[in-house]
């Protein structure tokens, strides 16, 4: 029987090695577990779904798997040690967000709503029960613990009187845009709270006319550092500016007072400076930011020169106060910094290739949690000392990905554009490309539009190259991670200049002997959407497009949108001033030159590239009639954040789109249940 047992293990295990590797689907995109947040949408940085206790000996963190039942994206959250040992699910964190450690670890604090407010939880780590903290009349914002624990300081905005709330549920919901508080959209003054975990009685310490969105407690509680804005107008963020407040008499001090927004304020370890993030201490320039340093009492600051190329995650000030440590993408690759505050030079801690983003430390910054992902590898949590000794895993979310997926090979490529500007980006090709045939390709154009491709893991790449396509995505002028010149080279060459960086890429694949000139296609979203529209207008070389959530009509888009980039940087004139030349840049002026079969995606909700944008476009495309042209509209939907179905929806019609312009496939997307 045993031998039986043994040759009936050895049939499986020979018939198992016989299972070949097969394309990544639509589906499998979709299925994928995803750990953590998404810290490319984090407004600071900050990823707040994995954290590292402060003694260093455990890590928490989220995970989110697609529900297709419920049509959303489940998450669940976690303990784990640093070691990888004693994984434990923590299904009563159910709903929360905005998760801390309390300075001292003994708590595990969260936000959840509770009849339409958010409000603050704890969940205690020794007796791991959960106590609703806060009961206040309107929404918990940003917060931060007292070191001591003995209280919790909180924005809040100002609660209306029980007769304006009446009248409000009743139906006066009207306002005026741009008054007061006012945006766009109605709002209302945000002030400062000061919640005692002993009695649970909260204090109101300001009453100003202003909006907090960010703040830091000082090591000794005696004072709070806070980002504020004077109201919630649209496209108006360098009016934020950097305060303290002393915490006992509640006397607020301004720090800045320019046009230029700060963020991320962080006490130094002894309290007697603040380190914060801003592109320039006069002006909202056109840069990614820098750091700075400031004394709150004597208002004297510096600027440290030596982080300069791209976007920076989990700022943190070492146990000594001597440097900053952070994570920052330079080129194509993201590593772990330091910044030796004194003398203003920049270190490299972690080195090689792929995205290294540390997410948090410990205490005494010993150690450390860190993702890491790169064209062939999915995103997983790591811990280390922050010299990268003692490397543990801690998560391996995805392990069908190499067990059963045929990846793509990608590589890091260059080529000039027509100017002779150097331009970085990723080039990939089916796994099982031989380099024999010319193959098609598509081409992506990233957001921003001074966002990057990186080294990291793309799905969609993987599903494009499992279809046969080469994929090029090129950094094009504007892009983050190579510094401030290379950002302000788009200005004056919108559109223009990119659509040079583009094909000159296209040129070079084609050069090499990969692409096929006769099938190309392209595809981008938000200001890809934006340039996606501009290429198809100025060249019928494509076969296909995909243009989402994108601006095409910057005229009209001034007001509606999230759009101020135009107005600030790269024009020299407003548009009631030039509107010629925000038409000479906008794709609708050339629609008529439109040939390649166009399909347009947009959710009718988008607060940042406005739905009518695309209605434009498609309106036109579809009257003037010179090519094919459909356009998928989300019900409900925002500018990035699809449900399951959705995006399934989203991917399905994208490749039968491609497959029937660009190779002559009737493709269809097997039928999920």
């Given at each position: 029987?045993?031998?039986?047992?043994?040759?009936?293990?050895?049939?499986?295990?020979?018939?198992?090695?016989?299972?070949?590797?097969?394309?990544?689907?639509?589906?499998?995109?979709?299925?994928?577990?995803?750990?953590?947040?998404?810290?490319?949408?984090?407004?600071?940085?900050?990823?707040?779904?994995?954290?590292?206790?402060?003694?260093?000996?455990?890590?928490?963190?989220?995970?989110?798997?697609?529900?297709?039942?419920?049509?959303?994206?489940?998450?669940?959250?976690?303990?784990?040690?640093?070691?990888?040992?004693?994984?434990?699910?923590?299904?009563?964190?159910?709903?929360?967000?905005?998760?801390?450690?309390?300075?001292?670890?003994?708590?595990?604090?969260?936000?959840?709503?509770?009849?339409?407010?958010?409000?603050?939880?704890?969940?205690?780590?020794?007796?791991?029960?959960?106590?609703?903290?806060?009961?206040?009349?309107?929404?918990?914002?940003?917060?931060?613990?007292?070191?001591?624990?003995?209280?919790?300081?909180?924005?809040?905005?100002?609660?209306?009187?029980?007769?304006?709330?009446?009248?409000?549920?009743?139906?006066?919901?009207?306002?005026?845009?741009?008054?007061?508080?006012?945006?766009?959209?109605?709002?209302?003054?945000?002030?400062?709270?000061?919640?005692?975990?002993?009695?649970?009685?909260?204090?109101?310490?300001?009453?100003?006319?202003?909006?907090?969105?960010?703040?830091?407690?000082?090591?000794?509680?005696?004072?709070?550092?806070?980002?504020?804005?004077?109201?919630?107008?649209?496209?108006?963020?360098?009016?934020?500016?950097?305060?303290?407040?002393?915490?006992?008499?509640?006397?607020?001090?301004?720090?800045?007072?320019?046009?230029?927004?700060?963020?991320?304020?962080?006490?130094?370890?002894?309290?007697?400076?603040?380190?914060?993030?801003?592109?320039?201490?006069?002006?909202?320039?056109?840069?990614?930011?820098?750091?700075?340093?400031?004394?709150?009492?004597?208002?004297?600051?510096?600027?440290?020169?030596?982080?300069?190329?791209?976007?920076?995650?989990?700022?943190?000030?070492?146990?000594?106060?001597?440097?900053?440590?952070?994570?920052?993408?330079?080129?194509?690759?993201?590593?772990?910094?330091?910044?030796?505050?004194?003398?203003?030079?920049?270190?490299?801690?972690?080195?090689?290739?792929?995205?290294?983003?540390?997410?948090?430390?410990?205490?005494?910054?010993?150690?450390?949690?860190?993702?890491?992902?790169?064209?062939?590898?999915?995103?997983?949590?790591?811990?280390?000392?922050?010299?990268?000794?003692?490397?543990?895993?801690?998560?391996?979310?995805?392990?069908?990905?190499?067990?059963?997926?045929?990846?793509?090979?990608?590589?890091?490529?260059?080529?000039?554009?027509?100017?002779?500007?150097?331009?970085?980006?990723?080039?990939?090709?089916?796994?099982?490309?031989?380099?024999?045939?010319?193959i098609p390709l598509l081409v992506l154009i990233?957001?921003?539009?001074?966002?990057?491709?990186?080294?990291?893991?793309?799905?969609?790449?993987?599903?494009?190259?499992?279809?046969?396509?080469?994929?090029?995505?090129?950094?094009?002028?504007?892009?983050?991670?190579?510094?401030?010149?290379?950002?302000?080279?788009?200005?004056?060459?919108?559109?223009?200049?990119?659509?040079?960086?583009?094909?000159?890429?296209?040129?070079?694949?084609?050069?090499?002997?990969?692409?096929?000139?006769?099938?190309?296609?392209?595809?981008?979203?938000?200001?890809?959407?934006?340039?996606?529209?501009?290429?198809?207008?100025?060249?019928?070389?494509f076969k296909a497009a995909s243009v989402g959530?994108?601006?095409?009509?910057?005229?009209?888009?001034?007001?509606?949108?999230?759009?101020?980039?135009?107005?600030?940087?790269?024009?020299?004139?407003?548009?009631w001033e030039d509107p010629e030349g925000w038409?000479?840049?906008?794709?609708?002026?050339?629609?008529?030159?439109?040939?390649?079969?166009?399909?347009?995606?947009?959710?009718?909700?988008?607060?940042?590239?406005?739905?009518?944008?695309?209605?434009?476009?498609?309106?036109?495309?579809?009257?003037?009639?010179?090519?094919?042209?459909?356009?998928?509209?989300?019900?409900?939907?925002?500018?990035?954040?699809?449900?399951?179905?959705?995006?399934?929806?989203?991917?399905?019609?994208?490749?039968?789109?491609?497959?029937?312009?660009?190779?002559?496939?009737?493709?269809?997307?097997?039928?999920?249940?």
């Open positions: 029987m045993r031998m039986l047992l043994y040759g009936s293990l050895a049939v499986l295990f020979a018939a198992t090695m016989l299972v070949e590797a097969r394309p990544l689907s639509v589906d499998d995109m979709i299925d994928m577990v995803s750990v953590g947040g998404n810290i490319h949408l984090a407004p600071d940085g900050y990823d707040e779904s994995v954290l590292m206790s402060p003694d260093g000996g455990q890590v928490f963190f989220s995970k989110s798997v697609a529900d297709w039942a419920s049509n959303r994206r489940m998450s669940t959250f976690y303990f784990i040690d640093s070691n990888g040992s004693n994984l434990t699910s923590l299904p009563e964190l159910e709903g929360g967000s905005a998760f801390q450690y309390s300075p001292r670890g003994t708590y595990l604090s969260f936000t959840r709503t509770v009849d339409g407010i958010a409000q603050v939880f704890a969940l205690s780590l020794e007796a791991r029960t959960v106590t609703q903290l806060s009961s206040h009349p309107s929404d918990v914002f940003a917060y931060d613990w007292a070191r001591d624990e003995s209280s919790i300081f909180f924005a809040a905005e100002d609660a209306r009187s029980p007769e304006e709330q009446r009248r409000y549920e009743m139906g006066a919901d009207w306002f005026f845009v741009d008054e007061g508080p006012n945006g766009r959209i109605a709002a209302r003054w945000r002030n400062l709270w000061r919640l005692t975990l002993d009695d649970s009685a909260s204090t109101q310490l300001s009453s100003e006319e202003f909006i907090v969105d960010e703040l830091d407690v000082s090591p000794d509680g005696g004072r709070l550092a806070f980002v504020a804005r004077p109201d919630n107008r649209r496209n108006y963020p360098h009016a934020a500016e950097l305060y303290v407040m002393n915490t006992a008499d509640g006397e607020i001090s301004r720090l800045t007072n320019n046009l230029a927004p700060e963020s991320r304020p962080l006490w130094s370890p002894d309290g007697a400076r603040l380190a914060y993030h801003a592109p320039d201490d006069e002006n909202y320039e056109l840069t990614k930011g820098y750091l700075w340093i400031i004394d709150p009492d004597t208002g004297q600051y510096r600027h440290l020169r030596s982080q300069s190329k791209g976007d920076i995650f989990a700022l943190t000030w070492s146990a000594d106060g001597r440097s900053l440590l952070f994570s920052e993408q330079q080129g194509m690759d993201t590593h772990l910094f330091r910044l030796d505050v004194e003398d203003d030079t920049l270190s490299a801690v972690t080195a090689g290739s792929g995205r290294t983003t540390v997410l948090a430390f410990s205490a005494d910054r010993s150690r450390m949690v860190y993702s890491y992902t790169d064209f062939d590898t999915p995103l997983d949590l790591y811990t280390a000392n922050p010299d990268m000794s003692d490397v543990v895993r801690l998560t391996n979310e995805n392990p069908w990905i190499e067990a059963d997926i045929t990846l793509g090979k990608t590589e890091i490529v260059r080529w000039q554009s027509d100017d002779g500007l150097e331009i970085e980006g990723m080039l990939a090709v089916p796994g099982d490309y031989d380099g024999q045939d010319r990233h957001g921003g539009p001074n966002m990057q491709f990186a080294n990291e893991f793309y799905v969609d790449v993987h599903l494009y190259t499992g279809l046969g396509y080469a994929v090029l995505g090129g950094n094009i002028r504007g892009s983050s991670g190579y510094g401030d010149d290379f950002i302000k080279a788009l200005i004056g060459q919108v559109s223009d200049g990119e659509y040079d960086d583009i094909m000159s890429g296209v040129d070079y694949v084609i050069d090499r002997g990969i692409a096929d000139p006769d099938r190309l296609a392209v595809r981008g979203w938000s200001w890809g959407g934006v340039l996606g529209s501009w290429v198809i207008t100025q060249t019928d070389r959530a994108g601006v095409m009509s910057w005229l009209s888009e001034m007001g509606p949108g999230f759009n101020w980039d135009l107005t600030e940087w790269y024009m020299d004139e407003s548009h038409r000479e840049v906008s794709s609708i002026t050339y629609v008529g030159n439109v040939t390649t079969p166009t399909l347009i995606i947009h959710g009718d909700e988008d607060w940042y590239s406005s739905y009518n944008q695309s209605l434009i476009f498609y309106t036109a495309l579809r009257d003037i009639g010179k090519a094919p042209a459909r356009f998928i509209s989300y019900p409900g939907r925002g500018h990035e954040q699809f449900d399951p179905w959705a995006q399934r929806a989203r991917y399905e019609e994208e490749v039968r789109w491609m497959q029937k312009y660009v190779n002559g496939v009737d493709w269809r997307l097997p039928v999920r249940e």
